[in-house]
């Protein structure tokens, strides 16, 4: 079992920058791939990164390309988004999701666990 909590959203500026911070609870975290996801109002959830276990493999969605970076923390059990170049259309609220799969898997429903997420608001 893994518990998630997201933190780091906010309220910025387009062209700024925000890090989002995932911490889990439960010693087998590390075992897990980490992915974020974001759901806009009245838009399905979307995937938006992903790490495998060892941080050796990562994978993005094409919108956030060269924008966002996700990396992780084993020993401190935390998984964080660095976000930068930001838009307004990406404003949304962001989940941290664990799963035990690979980084290639990209939809939401094979991710057992969720965090309760962070809002992020990019003004125009």
């Known amino acids: 079992q893994v518990q998630l909590v997201e933190s780091g959203g906010g309220l910025v500026q387009a062209g700024g920058s925000l890090r989002l911070r995932c911490a889990a609870s439960?010693?087998?975290?590390?075992?897990?791939?980490t992915g974020w996801f974001r759901q806009a109002p009245g838009k399905e959830r979307e995937f938006v990164a992903a790490?495998?276990?060892?941080?050796?493999?990562?994978n993005y969605a094409d919108s956030v390309k060269g924008r966002f970076t996700i990396s992780r923390d084993n020993s401190e059990n935390t998984v964080y988004l660095e976000m930068n170049s930001l838009k307004p259309e990406d404003t949304a609220v962001y989940y941290c999701?664990?799963?035990?799969?690979?980084?290639?898997?990209?939809?939401?429903?094979?991710?057992?666990?969720w965090g309760q997420g962070t809002q992020v608001t990019v003004s125009s």
């Open positions: 439960g010693r087998t975290f590390g075992f897990y791939t």
């Open positions: 999701a664990a799963s035990s799969l690979g980084v290639q898997i990209t939809a939401s429903p094979r991710y057992p666990y």
């Open positions: 790490i495998g276990r060892s941080a050796g493999s990562t």
